[in-house]
């Protein structure tokens, strides 16, 4: 028997004479989804029904079973960045089990654990995508949601039941670590990792994090584990236990002029993680001869910055994005190594809006995570 269009259902062999019906039915009913989306930029997340692209020879259908909540998601879910295309189902930390494969997919098979993150595609030409950095494709990467694919059709994320991924933008997670607490790493964890790596982040460097929250705590956890001398930077005096709980060398309240004031021009590299407005001249004047700040929590609306404190002495500002296939699977690789998960609160789908408006308040620790087995509940 030939293989079909979509391994690993072995009802297929029960319609030998009709098996090419069969799959195809199959595929069909694959693309069914259900989930919750903003219809609007005012209106809160309701039940939604849709329907994915049909699976192909390089594709991986995913059972999701848990998601991760960025802020990101509220950004988009309330148009904030603009450019939003409604009805917007979010969602871009998905963990869950394969439950198919097209006939060409060689990483993954049925039943294996898998993760999606923030991009299901890119030109996979360009200089950016052979260096692996996919996440700076020449063309533009391809958003797990509110973006238009290759085809033009609009991509759903993964506050839903199901996803259909090319193999390429699939991950594998290790069955070591809890699935939940593996979800935020696909945006919030990778997206400190790499600036991590990129900028030395290691013994003998001091490396201090902006923001202790969904980003900052794994920022935090990355840079301790990397084994730098890390500094948390926090405005809540109520955190400083937490941070030293999750590996942090010093705790140091940005509220507190003095101690902000001590802390001049010793640092090498500094991780800022807040999406709210703040001075950044406070931090740049932190760092050493070379030092680095990197930016990767995104405000709302530009920020304020005087050029001189660049200039003198060298420092420089940078951005980082999130991190390439391969860096990716490296990161989860290396989580998995040091046992390494975001600290979550897992969340049913039915309590969504809520959880949008705890984070505005910053009232989690650290990262809400959806069960996605609740959208089974009335």
């Not at 703040?278 to 929590?297: A, E, P, Q, R």
Request: aromatic fraction near 6%; charge should be negative; proline fraction near 4%.
């Amino acid at each position: 028997m030939s293989a079909g269009p979509l391994e690993g259902r072995g009802d297929a062999r029960l319609y030998a004479g009709a098996e090419r019906t069969f799959l195809e039915r199959e595929a069909k009913e694959m693309t069914k989804s259900s989930g919750y989306a903003a219809y609007s930029s005012t209106t809160p997340l309701k039940p939604y029904s849709f329907e994915r692209r049909d699976p192909g020879p390089k594709d991986v259908v995913i059972d999701i079973e848990y998601c991760g909540v960025c802020h990101s998601d509220i950004h988009q879910v309330r148009d904030e960045w603009g450019g939003s295309m409604y009805p917007i189902v979010p969602g871009h930390e998905i963990v869950g089990t394969v439950r198919a494969v097209g006939k060409e997919v060689t990483k993954l098979k049925p039943g294996d654990a898998a993760a999606v993150g923030v991009m299901v595609d890119s030109c996979r030409e360009c200089a950016s995508c052979r260096r692996g950095l996919e996440q700076y494709c020449e063309q533009g990467m391809v958003g797990t949601y509110n973006a238009k694919d290759r085809n033009g059709d609009i991509t759903y994320g993964g506050y839903s039941d199901v996803i259909v991924t090319d193999e390429h933008f699939v991950y594998g997670i290790s069955p070591k670590l809890n699935k939940a607490a593996v979800a935020p790493l696909l945006c919030a964890g990778i997206t400190t990792y790499s600036p991590l790596k990129h900028w030395g982040a290691g013994p003998g460097k001091k490396v201090g994090v902006v923001g202790l929250g969904g980003l900052g705590h794994m920022g935090l956890k990355f840079a301790h584990s990397l084994g730098a001398h890390t500094v948390q930077f926090t405005t809540s005096a109520a955190k400083k236990e937490d941070a030293l709980r999750l590996g942090a060398d010093e705790v140091i309240l940005s509220n507190d002029a003095v101690a902000m004031t001590k802390q001049k021009a010793s640092f090498d590299l500094i991780l800022d993680t807040v999406s709210a407005q703040h001075d950044l001249g406070t931090y740049l004047s932190m760092l050493k001869l070379d030092g680095t700040l990197v930016m990767v929590g995104l405000p709302e609306k530009p920020l304020a910055l005087s050029t001189g404190i660049i200039c003198v002495p060298r420092r420089s500002i940078a951005g980082s994005g999130i991190g390439g296939v391969p860096e990716t699977q490296e990161m989860l690789s290396y989580c998995a190594e040091h046992n390494i998960v975001s600290d979550v609160e897992v969340i049913p789908i039915q309590k969504i809006n809520e959880a949008f408006e705890r984070v505005l308040k910053g009232d989690v620790k650290y990262r809400f995570v959806i069960d996605l087995a609740s959208l089974k509940e009335k």
